[in-house]
Structure formats: C-alpha cells, structure tokens
C-alpha cells in the first residue's frame, strides 16, 4: 500500500530524471544498491525512517512544508480506513463480487462460524472482511488461514 508522501516523492525522482542509485548516492550512500533498495521500498510501500526521509526531501528539494502536508494527507487516509463497513465475504479463486452475510448473522463469532462454514461447504480459502483494516482467511478446511490487519506505515 502505498502512501501520497512516497507517490510525490516517486513522481519528483522521475521528473528530475534520476534512478535509484542516483538518489541513493545524493542522499550519502556508499552502498549504492543498498540505499536503491531502501528508495525503492519507501516508493512503493511508504514505509521510510525519519533521517532517511530528511536527505531524501532534500535531495530532491521537496520542502518541509510539502511533507507535512502530503503526511496529513495521509493520516486523514488512514483514519477514512477506520470507518465502518458492512462485512462481507470473498472467495479466493472466485470471480464475481463480494457475498453479503445472512442478516441474522451479527456477532464476530458468528460471522467466523458463518464464514468456515462456507469454506467447508465448498472447499475454498474463505475471507471475512470485517473493516477496511481487517480480514480473516479460512482454507478450506475452516481452519484459519491467516489473519490481515492493516497498520499505518506497513504495506
């Protein structure tokens, strides 16, 4: 997931016509793939360290005032992530939209017992879409899978 702060950032770099290992070597890399990597990542995912956004900012002559304002940009993001939403399930491997739960069905627990029920019956990963931020997946099994949350700054 990426971010508005690492998008400006991303589309400065191209504009200026420079490559990673260019900006990695302004920003005071010696290990220029190293510090690539590290721009890269920042580019698609967001997540950069304080000191390391500062050289980069100016490096590319991005000015505090710009930063602060694409970060709030991105905090109001964030907090629009925190709104409710009616759940629903996905099927993995399924094409077509969401599945709205039965209305009876109302507590988390239930959601879960609807939610593995329905990974049983047809023998797919089954995913319980409970906010924005979080998902639940259920092999096939009913077991469950792995469970999703989405935190600020974290791809």
């Not at 930063?67 to 399930?89: A, F, M």
Request: charged residues 25%.
């Amino acid at each position: 997931m990426t971010t508005h702060l690492a998008e400006y950032f991303k589309e400065r770099r191209i504009a200026k016509g420079l490559r990673l290992g260019q900006v990695a070597k302004l920003v005071g890399y010696t290990n220029l793939s190293k510090g690539a990597r590290r721009i890269d990542t920042f580019e698609r995912s967001g997540e950069i360290a304080a000191d390391l956004l500062v050289k980069l900012a100016a490096a590319l002559e991005i000015d505090r005032e710009t930063v602060n304002g694409l970060c709030r940009e991105d905090y109001r993001k964030w907090i629009s992530i925190n709104q409710p939403i009616v759940p629903y399930l996905v099927l993995r491997l399924l094409h077509g939209g969401p599945i709205r739960l039965p209305e009876e069905v109302g507590s988390v627990e239930a959601m879960e017992q609807y939610a593995i029920a329905v990974a049983k019956a047809r023998h797919v990963d089954v995913g319980l879409v409970l906010s924005y931020r979080i998902l639940i997946w259920f092999a096939g099994d009913g077991s469950i899978r792995e469970v999703v949350e989405l935190v600020p700054g974290k791809s």
